[in-house]
């Protein structure tokens, strides 16, 4: 439902790269493809979900109308190319650990093959979005680097807000559909290598400034995964002790 959710707010999606990426020419061509193809993703996850019954269709629409109604709307100090073409970096990588995993979880092999080719979609976004991002670090760094950082220390899902954000987003972390580690390990640290952005020698005072204001964010991000780890660790195990001393009980009588 998550997923599903984030995936219809997609005409707010539409706007925000049509305004910050142009209508014009080439990148015309691409907002209409992208929108067309994320498109795809809402559909077929909602007829799945319809076709099997999975969840209260009724719910499931006024969700979504509150969800669309309220819209997705990026910060306000957040425009212009750089700031947004870093983001949809990320969240494109976030977006395909996510529908992954919730595939992986379903035990269902008509949604696994379902959500790992909406996932492979997602992947191919994030590396055209990742190339545009390491032609501007090459082309422009001292403003691609502060692009980036305001990105990651202000990083948020594009689903956030929606009804029952909070408490699914609790349960797919305690699943391991996408959590705190995989966001540091498989989505941030990642592109972050792949651009090579703690080797380079090529910025001026206002990129290294930059870099080095990521670097403190992501060490507390470390220390921030290590005890959201830990605590899920101890939840997880007093759900097991419950668990098994209900099978105790049942068996005894």
């Not at 499931?60 to 212009?80: C, D, I, S």
């Given at each position: 439902?998550t997923?599903l959710?984030?995936?219809d707010?997609?005409?707010?999606y539409?706007?925000e790269?049509?305004?910050?990426?142009?209508q014009d020419?080439?990148?015309g061509t691409?907002?209409?493809?992208?929108?067309?193809?994320?498109?795809?993703?809402g559909?077929v996850?909602?007829?799945?979900l319809v076709?099997t019954r999975?969840v209260?269709?009724v719910?499931?629409e006024?969700?979504?109308m509150v969800?669309?109604?309220?819209?997705?709307?990026?910060?306000?100090n957040?425009?212009g190319?750089?700031?947004?073409?870093a983001?949809v970096?990320?969240?494109?990588?976030?977006?395909?650990?996510?529908?992954?995993?919730?595939?992986r979880?379903c035990?269902?092999a008509?949604?696994?093959?379902m959500?790992?080719?909406?996932?492979?979609?997602?992947n191919?976004?994030m590396?055209?979005y990742?190339?545009?991002?390491?032609?501007?670090?090459?082309l422009v760094?001292?403003?691609a680097?502060?692009?980036?950082?305001?990105?990651?220390?202000?990083?948020q899902?594009p689903?956030?807000?929606?009804?029952?954000w909070?408490r699914n987003g609790?349960?797919m972390a305690?699943h391991g559909?996408?959590?705190?580690r995989?966001h540091l390990?498989?989505?941030?640290l990642?592109v972050l290598?792949?651009?090579?952005?703690?080797?380079?020698d090529d910025?001026?005072?206002r990129?290294?400034?930059?870099?080095?204001?990521?670097a403190q964010f992501l060490a507390k991000?470390?220390?921030?995964v290590?005890?959201?780890?830990?605590q899920?660790?101890?939840?997880?195990a007093?759900?097991?002790?419950?668990?098994?001393?209900?099978?105790a009980?049942v068996?005894?009588?």
């Amino acid at each position: 439902i998550t997923n599903l959710l984030t995936e219809d707010n997609l005409p707010s999606y539409h706007r925000e790269i049509a305004e910050n990426f142009s209508q014009d020419g080439a990148w015309g061509t691409w907002v209409g493809r992208w929108t067309a193809e994320e498109n795809r993703h809402g559909i077929v996850i909602r007829d799945y979900l319809v076709v099997t019954r999975g969840v209260d269709p009724v719910a499931l629409e006024n969700a979504r109308m509150v969800h669309m109604t309220q819209g997705a709307h990026a910060p306000a100090n957040w425009g212009g190319f750089l700031v947004n073409v870093a983001y949809v970096t990320f969240q494109e990588l976030a977006t395909r650990v996510s529908h992954r995993n919730t595939g992986r979880v379903c035990d269902d092999a008509v949604a696994d093959r379902m959500l790992a080719r909406v996932a492979t979609d997602e992947n191919l976004h994030m590396i055209f979005y990742r190339n545009l991002c390491a032609a501007a670090l090459d082309l422009v760094p001292d403003q691609a680097m502060p692009a980036i950082t305001k990105v990651l220390t202000n990083f948020q899902m594009p689903g956030a807000g929606m009804p029952n954000w909070r408490r699914n987003g609790v349960l797919m972390a305690k699943h391991g559909i996408y959590d705190l580690r995989q966001h540091l390990d498989e989505v941030v640290l990642p592109v972050l290598k792949q651009w090579n952005i703690f080797g380079r020698d090529d910025f001026g005072p206002r990129g290294e400034a930059a870099r080095d204001e990521l670097a403190q964010f992501l060490a507390k991000l470390e220390k921030d995964v290590l005890k959201f780890e830990e605590q899920r660790d101890r939840l997880l195990a007093r759900e097991r002790e419950v668990a098994e001393r209900k099978g105790a009980g049942v068996a005894a009588r």
